[in-house]
């Protein structure tokens, strides 16, 4: 199995802001994945993490609004950029080779 | 498209009973089922995974079965506690070379002491 690191745990930021998440795992994994789950839902998948390369983006999702670095097989972040209300959401890393894990999530509330 | 269905969305039971939590999916083409717990506000817990050539995993007092060629999984939890009080979401891994979880939207199971 594999124990993920994500932080913040929750932030309240201004509209307009930035915030990055940081997501670290105890293992080399093969895949990265951030999610997103708004409120009452189920989590839809933002990117997947490449490492050394450029994230690969869901329908929906850009590169300009939420980039990603994953510099080595066990780190990556996920930046909300120029955020607003709507972005208000829990956002959660995985890691996989075959198996799922996942991190605590972060709670983001953008007032 | 993979599509993930769990019934019912949510579920309310006395403290002891065994129950059941069912989940569909459309393509059978899976590698394989993974059942998860989350807690309100908080990440995804892996419960059970199963490959797509089995049949079935246990862990405790949590049995999943998996009939991919009908496109079902069930999560069964026995003796249930209060304990166990949390939202039940299936996810199924699909697609050659992307390895894409796809999730259905959850049961969210109440355990009444």
């Known amino acids: 199995s594999a124990v993920i690191s994500q932080k913040p745990s929750r932030d309240i930021c201004q509209r307009g802001t930035s915030l990055t998440i940081q997501c670290q795992v105890d293992s080399q994994v093969t895949m990265m994945f951030w999610y997103r789950q708004q409120p009452g839902q189920s989590l839809t998948l933002i990117a997947t993490?490449?490492?050394?390369?450029?994230?690969?983006?869901e329908s929906g999702f850009v590169i300009d609004k939420f980039p990603i670095s994953r510099p080595n097989l066990t780190f990556s972040t996920l930046t909300v950029s120029n955020m607003s209300p709507e972005d208000s959401s829990i956002y959660l890393c995985?890691?996989?080779?075959?198996?799922?894990?996942f991190g605590q999530g972060t709670r983001l509330t953008v007032v | 498209k993979q599509e993930v269905t769990q019934i019912p969305a949510a579920l309310s039971v006395p403290e002891g009973e065994n129950l059941v939590l069912n989940c569909s999916f459309t393509d059978s083409a899976i590698y394989n089922l993974q059942w998860f717990r989350q807690d309100p506000g908080k990440g995804l817990t892996s419960l059970l995974l199963?490959?797509?050539?089995?049949r079935e995993q246990t862990s405790g007092r949590l049995n999943a079965s998996l009939d991919k060629s009908s496109g079902r999984s069930t999560l069964y939890i026995a003796a249930s506690q209060p304990g166990d009080s949390a939202t039940y979401l299936c996810?199924?891994?699909?697609?050659?070379?992307?390895?894409?979880?796809?999730f259905g939207k959850g049961t969210k199971l109440s355990v009444i002491p």
């Open positions: 996810a199924v891994l699909t697609g050659a070379g992307s390895y894409q979880l796809t």
């Open positions: 993490a490449n490492q050394g390369s450029e994230a690969t983006y």
């Open positions: 199963i490959q797509s050539s089995q």
């Open positions: 995985s890691a996989s080779n075959t198996e799922a894990f």
